[in-house]
């Protein structure tokens, strides 16, 4: 007999923390901090902006240089004649970033759905460790500053980068269902936020012997955990013979933990929903097609709508700390740490906007409310007087607004995506779906450097 969908939905949720293993709690920590490595080492670029320039321009207050050396030797790393000039090329780089970035998702998400998640993070982990190793530490070590070379590590770093967030999701989605998805993903989902923070801490506690070692700290932790990843993450329950998402014996409640929020509610209890990355061997489904995805409901309008949020995310992202320096002439070291309430901000309100989605079980009036708010925040952020107090106030609050939609809608929301009815016949949709999401944000976002 088909019960209604309020009432299958309760045992469901309860069912969040009884299914619950040691296996889950450690994909979910080496999911989460897989991911705030490799952002980690990407706000370092952000960190260090201000060194960076005073690096490629004439200076004689250059403390990345040792004091006593030839006039000639001083002056080749001088590739711009001005901090203005070396500024645009800084933005240059971000922009190279996002949209290699942006192509490299896209492509990932495919991959990810068609080889073994595990390898396909970890490789892209440690690839891109050795990258930002070359790019920030060896050539200041060897003092070689070319633009075309800068320009090409990091087109390749974008594309190294763009494994994680697919792979890391869909891990995710193997293992959570929609049983308290909004809560446990917008949680989950800090871990950007959390890696900014990691990343703002480590480039301040070493800036004062050089940016160049903020790289390579951030590059050694990052080329570790991937190596921790490769021998430790288990991409889907069956691997340790737990029952796949959807294939339990109670068929009626694991199927309503799975269906995304914006399915029906009313559904035929005969459908069953399968695991993302299934492993059966009677039946191995067909990864989806990207166009087939893109043509999925809801995946082109979140996409557009990253794309707009995550052009206004990137922006704190990439220059937060770069704009406290400058326009209030606050120490570097000390804009790294105040540009951490921004990412404060986020993880409260990726959390709490979760849960209330959860409360509620629906996503879009929660994002629309929080935007709303954020365009007051933003409005009142740009007239933060010089004070940091104030400062780091408003910013936690304007992350609260934007980073929690942010959040939401590059992990529960593309995880909903990939779980809908439609797919059920090719169940090897999400990483590509979330691909799709967060390349058309990233689009978005290198449209707005």
């Not at 993070?121 to 050795?130: E, K, R, V």
């Not at 206004?312 to 002439?329: A, I, K, R, T």
């Not at 309430?341 to 709490?352: A, K, S």
């Not at 780091?392 to 590059?410: L, R």
Request: with cysteine; charged share 15%.
């Amino acid at each position: 007999m088909a019960l209604p969908g309020s009432l299958r939905r309760q045992p469901a949720n309860r069912g969040l923390v009884s299914r619950c293993s040691h296996h889950h709690i450690v994909v979910f920590l080496l999911t989460f901090f897989s991911y705030s490595l490799l952002h980690a080492s990407r706000k370092t670029f952000s960190n260090v902006k201000v060194s960076i320039s005073s690096q490629w321009t004439p200076s004689c207050l250059n403390i990345t240089s040792p004091e006593l050396r030839p006039y000639e030797l001083w002056n080749s790393s001088h590739l711009f004649p001005n901090a203005d000039a070396a500024t645009l090329f800084l933005g240059t780089l971000d922009t190279v970033f996002l949209f290699s970035y942006a192509v490299g998702l896209f492509v990932s998400g495919i991959v990810g759905d068609r080889l073994n998640l595990r390898w396909v993070l970890s490789f892209g982990m440690c690839s891109s460790a050795l990258v930002v190793f070359f790019f920030g530490t060896l050539t200041e070590w060897l003092h070689f500053y070319n633009k075309w070379f800068y320009c090409c590590l990091w087109v390749v770093n974008g594309l190294l980068q763009s494994t994680g967030w697919p792979c890391v999701v869909a891990v995710m989605g193997n293992w959570f269902g929609k049983a308290g998805r909004g809560f446990v993903f917008g949680l989950w989902s800090a871990c950007a936020s959390v890696g900014n923070i990691l990343g703002a801490f480590l480039a301040s506690c070493v800036l004062k012997y050089g940016y160049e070692y903020a790289f390579l700290v951030t590059a050694s932790v990052q080329f570790a955990g991937g190596v921790v990843v490769f021998f430790g993450l288990l991409t889907s329950p069956k691997e340790v013979g737990l029952p796949e998402l959807g294939a339990d014996d109670d068929g009626g409640v694991e199927e309503d933990a799975n269906r995304p929020l914006m399915g029906d509610d009313e559904a035929d209890d005969d459908d069953r929903n399968y695991s993302i990355q299934a492993t059966d061997t009677d039946y191995q489904p067909k990864a989806i097609g990207f166009f087939q995805a893109c043509c999925l409901p809801g995946v082109v309008l979140y996409s557009l709508a990253y794309a707009c949020l995550k052009l206004v995310n990137y922006s704190f992202f990439f220059w937060l700390p770069f704009y406290l320096s400058d326009n209030f002439g606050w120490k570097e070291a000390e804009a790294d740490q105040l540009s951490i309430w921004y990412d404060v901000g986020g993880i409260i309100g990726g959390t709490i906007q979760g849960l209330i989605s959860d409360v509620l079980q629906k996503r879009a009036p929660v994002l629309a409310i929080s935007l709303l708010f954020a365009v007051g925040s933003l409005f009142g952020y740009s007239r933060s007087p010089d004070s940091k107090l104030i400062n780091a106030v408003i910013m936690a609050i304007t992350g609260f607004f934007i980073g929690g939609p942010s959040n939401m809608i590059s992990s529960a929301i593309s995880a909903d995506l990939g779980r809908q009815d439609l797919v059920k016949g090719s169940s090897e949709a999400l990483a590509t779906v979330t691909g799709i999401v967060d390349g058309t944000g990233s689009i978005g976002a290198a449209v707005g450097q």
